[in-house]
């Protein structure tokens, strides 16, 4: 099996710039295959938003990163849900989960690890790992977050799918010099997976739920 046999897919990431961390070269890769690729985004933090930007700023800069990478408009769907503070509002994250997958027919949807320590994360994890309990589910890594990864399932990329993840996080002008946003980052990473996967480049996943 492998990654074209999937045709209609989710990612649900906690903040604007998780999704094309966690999986930014497999994104590219699915959307050159033809295949539909529907990202969500949670929250735009606008509390942690750095002075000098717009409070919005994340949204705008969510839909540049996204499209760079070849997801539709239509496809992006942003809440905005208050950072770290997803866990209060769990119940009406679900309720918003379930209405997605009773309008869509998703067979193969992304979140983060459930060993993923941040508060956001969890949450989307569980609700997620809830609504879509019978759907392929795959935990993507974001590794200054992980206590512990199980690197189960390879996605073999090409370096112009990194370099599409690496052109759409830079977009995210407003997040500064962060560590894990520098294209030597990401490039390692992506290398050292492929690496693990004998090939030239890939990102890792958690095999949280499989059907075959």
């Known amino acids: 099996m492998t990654i074209n046999n999937y ?3 989710l990612v649900l990431a906690p903040h604007t710039d998780d999704g094309e961390l966690g999986l930014g070269g497999t994104i590219s890769q699915l959307i050159e295959l033809g295949k539909k690729v529907t990202y969500v985004a949670f929250s735009t933090a606008q509390q942690s938003v750095p002075d000098g930007f ?37 119940q009406e994250i679900l309720e918003e989960l379930i209405r997605l997958r009773k309008d869509n027919s998703f067979d193969l949807v ?29 935990g993507y890594e974001l590794i200054w977050n992980n206590l512990t990864f199980n690197a189960q399932c390879f996605v073999q990329l090409d370096k112009q799918h990194i370099k ?16 894990y946003l520098s294209e030597e980052f990401l490039y390692s990473l992506a290398k050292s997976r492929g690496v693990q996967a004998g090939c030239p480049y890939a990102e890792a996943f958690e095999v949280i739920r499989l059907f075959l």
């Open 7 to 9: 045709n209609n897919i």
């Open 54 to 90: 717009p409070k919005d700023i994340l949204k705008t800069e969510v839909k540049r990163a996204t499209a760079k990478l070849g997801i539709l408009p239509e496809n992006l769907i942003i809440y905005d849900y208050e950072v770290r503070k997803l866990g209060y509002v769990r």
């Open 110 to 138: 992304f979140m983060p690890c459930l060993h993923d320590i941040h508060q956001d994360h969890t949450t989307i994890a569980q609700e997620g790992l809830r609504a879509f309990k019978n759907t392929t589910l795959l």
């Open 164 to 179: 599409a993840k690496v052109e759409a996080l830079k977009e995210y002008e407003s997040q500064g010099a962060r560590d």
